[in-house]
Structures are given as structure tokens and as C-alpha cells.
């Protein structure tokens, strides 16, 4: 295993204690239980970073213990209390959804998942990810949110290619830890993203310069020249310059949901991640500062009347080369970040 630098590790000590205290706003006499593995240098380093940040923490090994172990330290816990959990692939415990059982019992979760994705070099964009800029997610995400909400339509600019949306948007939700509004607080991090589809999925159209997309395995796939997609009626009808991975995800989606909608249009936020800067892991990397949409028919957020939920089986992340991005008349995305009016 490779070890961070020093810097790395004050890094993520001084990450991780701004997170704690600015979006989770954690403090005694709160309780703190953070679960971890030994299996990866992110994890042991995150693992180190929360110990600094909470010593009067509970720190529980998940590899040493028993799955019944680590319920019976969650049963202790009060509502208001928080859980940590550090995790370099997925916990398993049984047939236990951790986060949403956690949620449900009013405790404060904040999950790191998967960091065997961001290996070497990307555990220290990972680390950088993490940092929380409250004026910035805040004042930016909150800024975004109110102008989608009231937009008739957008276009996204991409390599010289549109994609308009010539329709309202349903209700921007809000991934930028301020959690004064929600019913629970904290989630999968690193955090930095505002999402919404269009309200007629069938008014979108044009073409969009793809430049990563997920692949089967939940890993980022980045084609040596980017694809041009083509969307007509809100549906995915060509790409051009494509490759032969893309291609299969397509044809994976057709052939169980007859065709590949274009639903999400997700403004990420985290400006550790950039389109040369990535890690391999689609979920961490879809707060990528810029545009990416979803396709296939699934999407738990918003419920649209044309699909079924058991119907309904993919959510493929795909990332837009953002050059430009309008709500209305008015630009809210240029030179590599976001610039709502007020």
C-alpha cells in the first residue's frame, strides 16, 4: 500500500473537521461512531483524519468485529448522533441498507464508499473533494436552485454542439450540505451537485459532446475523442465518434427499457473534480464541476407518468465537455464555473 504525504493527511484532518463542523454541525455532547476498514490508504488515511477530528469518538474496525457488533454500537447511538462510515469497497451486514436504517433512526450519517475506485494519485483529488466551502456551496447552490426553478428552458453549449431544453424544469434538489430543510442530514460524500430534469422529457433535443461516461462496472470511461450524442424527443438516437463501450451501454439499456431516455440534468458543483481531473469512480466523480445527464427510464427523485418503477431499471451518468450553460437568456456556467445572478 502507498502512503500519503504529510500534507495529504493535514489535508484531510483539516477537510474533515470543516465538514464536520460547518455542513454536518456537529458538536458535543453528540455522539460519534465511525466504522472503517484497513484494506485501502484512503481509508486508513480518512480513518486517521476523523480520529483527529473526534476524539472523543468510537472507532470500530469493521474487519475485527462481528456484523452483529457493529448493530449493537448503532442501537446505543440517540437520535442527533453521528455515524461515520469509512469504507474502501461496500459494508455488507446482512441484509441491513446501513444509511437509510441509520436515517430513519434520526442519526447524522456521512458515508465514504468504494475507495478502492480511487487509487494512487486519486485518493489525493478524493481528499481535495472533501473540502467544504460554505459561501461557495452554499451561496452558489442556493443561487442555482432559485434560478432553475423559475427557468422556461436551458441549453447546454458543448465543442459547438446544443442540447436545448424548451421546457420549465421540476424542482432543483440540493446536494451541498445545508441540510436546514431536509428531514435527514448527511449522505455519500464528497458532496457539491444541483439537480432537476425537464418537465416534458420529450422537449429536449440536439446534440452534446459526451467526454466521460459510466461503464457497466460503475467506473469512469473516458473514449480517446469525446462522443457526440445525439437527442431527439428527450430519447438518445445516435452518437457519433462513438465507441464500442458506449455502444453496449446503450444496447444494454434498449434492450430492457426499449429505448434510452435522457432524464437528469445534474449542475455538479466540486471544483476538486474537472475533466482533467477524475477518479475512477463514477459515483464520487458525478460532482464534477459542470453538466452531466442521466440515461435510462430510472430516476427516484421525480416521477413521471410515462414510466413504472419496476420498469424503470438504469441511471447511467454521462458528462457533458461544459462550455456554456443558459437558463433562459441568462448564463450561468462559463470559463469552467458557475455564475448565477443573485
Known sequence: MTAFPP??????ARNVRDLLAHAIEYAAPQQALVVFDHRSPLSLV???????????????DFDTVQAADVLAAFEQLQAGDLVVLVQTTSFRLNEYRIRMELFKRGL??????????????????????LAYDPAYYRGVGHALKTRID?????????????????????????????YSAMKN??????????????????????????FVFGDTTFHVNRPATPITMIVEKGRVTGAENSTPEFDNMLAIIRAHEGEVWVRELGFGMNRAFSRERTVDDIGTYERMCGIHL????????????????????????VFVQTDAVYLDDEQVYRDGGWAPAS
Open 185 to 210: 442530514v448527511g449522505g455519500l460524500f464528497p458532496i457539491g451537485e444541483v439537480f432537476t430534469e425537464a418537465q416534458d422529457l420529450e422537449a429536449v433535443n440536439g446534440r452534446a459532446k459526451v
Open 150 to 178: 423559475r427557468a422556461q428552458s436551458g441549453v447546454v453549449e458543448s465543442g459547438g454542439e446544443r442540447l436545448v431544453f424548451a421546457s420549465a424544469f421540476e424542482e432543483a434538489k440540493l446536494n451541498i450540505g445545508d
Open 294 to 317: 442521466s440515461l435510462g427510464a430510472k430516476h427516484g427523485q421525480y416521477q413521471k407518468p410515462q414510466f413504472k418503477r419496476k420498469d424503470a431499471r438504469y441511471h447511467v451518468d
Open 108 to 129: 447524522k450519517v456521512i458515508e465514504h464508499m468504494h475507495l478502492s475506485r480511487m487509487p494512487d494519485g486519486q485518493g489525493l483529488v478524493y481528499i481535495d473533494a
Open 46 to 60: 480518512l480513518a486517521d483524519a476523523y480520529r483527529a477530528a473526534l476524539p472523543e469518538g468510537r472507532f470500530i
Open 7 to 12: 500534507a495529504a493527511r493535514d489535508t484531510a
